[in-house]
């Protein structure tokens, strides 16, 4: 039977990591950035609660992944204002169509 170790939540986290990342990197619209940034959370997440779990750190993991949980819901809901309030300026969520900031 295979047992789950760190190295399946690391690569996990990778995997996640990295895909956040790519999502961040390459859409042009601002709620795919968003889930990115959420990803990439997400994936430090799995992490935290990994090494506390094998690291045999006590509950601080599940503290900090506990907080960035609350950090993200906060950031989702002031990013999300944002981008309605863009939209509702330039009738579009595209981050590189948007340059009436700069004026």
């Not at 506990?66 to 944002?82: M, Q």
Request: charged share 10%; hydrophobic share 60%; no cysteine.
């Amino acid at each position: 039977m295979l047992q789950v170790g760190l190295t399946h939540f690391l690569v996990l986290s990778a995997l996640l990591f990295s895909l956040g990342i790519f999502a961040i990197l390459t859409r042009r619209n601002a709620i795919m950035v968003l889930m990115g940034i959420e990803l990439v959370l997400n994936s430090a997440n799995i992490n935290f609660i990994a090494f506390a779990k094998y690291g045999n750190f006590g509950f601080s993991g599940q503290m900090v992944a506990l907080f960035v949980i609350i950090l993200a819901a906060a950031e989702a809901a002031v990013a999300l204002a944002i981008v309605l309030n863009i939209y509702k300026n330039f009738n579009t969520v595209n981050v590189d169509e948007i340059d009436g900031l700069r004026d």
